[in-house]
């Protein structure tokens, strides 16, 4: 079975600057520029949303016990911090198969 190749930073850069008729370049400080709102939204409010594509949101985790898989030895694993993505309803209906 052959497998599908995914898209790299080099070929979406490529694809925005021939669609929208700038360079390179510009399409990747426009990404840049992106990252770095999504970052300042999530350190202030905790989530920062790209509409219809993707939510992302800061998760506080609370310090569980846990088993070793190799040994199955009970562990402690702490408290932490994680950032996570919650797909727009509407790109989930167009790309999952309906049941």
């Given at each position: 079975?052959?497998?599908?190749?995914?898209?790299?930073?080099?070929?979406l850069?490529?694809?925005?600057?021939?669609?929208?008729e700038?360079?390179?370049?510009?399409?990747?400080?426009?990404?840049?520029?992106?990252t770095?709102l999504?970052?300042?939204?999530?350190?202030?409010?905790g989530?920062?949303?790209?509409?219809?594509?993707?939510?992302?949101?800061?998760?506080k985790?609370?310090?569980?016990?846990?088993?070793?898989?190799a040994?199955?030895?009970?562990?402690?694993?702490?408290?932490?911090t994680?950032?996570?993505?919650?797909?727009?309803?509407?790109?989930?209906?167009?790309v999952?198969?309906?049941?």
């Open positions: 079975m052959l497998e599908a190749k995914r898209m790299g930073k080099s070929e850069f490529s694809h925005f600057a021939e669609r929208f700038v360079k390179r370049t510009q399409a990747r400080e426009f990404f840049d520029a992106l770095e999504a970052e300042k939204e999530l350190k202030r409010s989530e920062f949303v790209l509409p219809g594509m993707v939510k992302l949101v800061v998760q985790r609370k310090a569980r016990l846990g088993r070793n898989p040994t199955g030895e009970a562990i402690k694993i702490p408290a932490k994680v950032v996570k993505a919650r797909i727009a309803k509407q790109l989930k209906d167009t999952l198969p309906k049941k």
